[in-house]
Nanobody, 123 residues
């Protein structure tokens, strides 16, 4: 069983930076990790992902160049560095694990999910 725990959310101002962490417990070797977000009244959307096998990363167009996903295998943790935040980045951010290591954009491809962490960006 894989368990994921996000941390690092909070209230920041537009233009600020924030780093989210996703710590995994259980057998996660070989799993891709993705970050998704859900704003009030909207569906869950893909943000970024990183594959285990080759550390290849994928980003949504809306965050490309501002967000960076990385992993520390020794700590079983994946990070999402978020720069130049704006009000449209306000959402609950979730990390998820994909046992097929696809790094997919589709939330249905992910097997395990964390509880989420709130990020609020004030303008």
């Amino acid at each position: 069983q894989v368990q994921l725990a996000e941390s690092g959310g909070g209230l920041v101002r537009a233009g600020d930076s924030l780093t989210l962490s996703c710590r995994a417990s259980g057998h996660t070797a070989g799993y891709a990790t993705g970050w998704f977000r859900q704003a009030p009244g909207k569906g869950r959307e893909f943000v970024a992902s990183i594959r285990w096998s080759d550390s290849r990363t994928y980003y949504a167009t809306s965050v490309q160049g501002r967000f960076t996903i990385s992993r520390d295998n020794a700590k079983n943790t994946v990070y999402l560095q978020m720069n130049s935040l704006n009000s449209e980045d306000t959402a609950v951010y979730y990390c998820a694990a994909d046992s097929f290591d696809s790094g997919s954009y589709a939330s249905a491809e992910y097997d395990y999910w964390g509880q989420g962490t709130q990020v609020t960006v004030s303008s």
